[in-house]
């Protein structure tokens, strides 16, 4: 029986990437969120769930918090992938956007710099982040992070790397769960 399962949503496959790179690492099962019911979560130890940043927001939380009732458990772990680089300013963002001042204080959270990818995106996403892209490249006197979204986000990329999982990697080794890979 495997100890850890992660559960993931992945609209441009960028989660989907790290997701499978995590597996190269740990053992764990892993589904996707819209078969979460098909799964007994408590005979898990750790459960994972991964997914993108989508108008600053994890994708599905909201939804993987129904079936697991409690975010502020120690078997939990969040990870978010996104577009912009690693800055503790978008991390801070993120946690303020998606967890409760409880969660905020006990959930494990990682975050991995992924890309956007234009093609696999829904038009209406494709249509507002091409928007926002305009107004940000006409905006004068740009924050920092205004000026680096600026550029990240005019056409398609991968930033994505498999060393940014390291640190959920370590986490989840020093946290007594099995994580031993068959080799």
């Given at each position: 029986?495997?100890?850890?399962?992660?559960?993931?949503?992945?609209?441009?496959?960028?989660?989907?990437?790290?997701?499978n790179w995590i597996k190269e690492r740990?053992?764990?099962d892993t589904v996707?969120?819209?078969?979460?019911?098909?799964?007994?979560?408590?005979?898990?130890a750790k459960i994972i769930y991964g997914a993108g940043?989508?108008?600053?927001?994890?994708q599905?939380?909201?939804?993987?918090?129904k079936h697991v009732l409690n975010l502020v458990d120690d078997k939990m772990v969040i990870f978010a992938t996104g577009a912009a680089p690693y800055d503790e300013k978008i991390v801070t963002a993120i946690k303020q956007n998606n967890f409760?001042?409880?969660?905020?204080?006990?959930?494990?959270?990682?975050?991995?710099?992924?890309?956007?990818?234009?093609?696999?995106?829904?038009?209406?996403?494709?249509?507002?982040?091409?928007?926002?892209?305009?107004?940000?490249?006409r905006k004068k006197n740009k924050s920092?992070?205004?000026?680096?979204?600026?550029?990240?986000?005019?056409?398609s990329h991968d930033h994505s790397n498999q060393e940014f999982i390291m640190p959920m990697i370590d986490y989840l080794k020093q946290s007594k769960v099995n994580t031993s890979t068959s080799t």
């Open positions: 029986m495997t100890s850890i399962l992660i559960v993931y949503q992945s609209r441009t496959g960028f989660t989907e990437k790290y997701v740990i053992t764990c996707r969120l819209d078969q979460i019911g098909n799964v007994d979560l408590k005979s898990y940043i989508h108008a600053g927001h994890i599905g939380l909201k939804t993987f918090k409760s001042e409880n969660e905020r204080q006990a959930v494990v959270f990682f975050y991995f710099q992924s890309g956007l990818n234009y093609e696999k995106m829904p038009f209406f996403d494709k249509l507002v982040m091409k928007t926002f892209s305009k107004v940000l490249a920092e992070i205004e000026d680096g979204t600026s550029q990240a986000i005019t056409q």
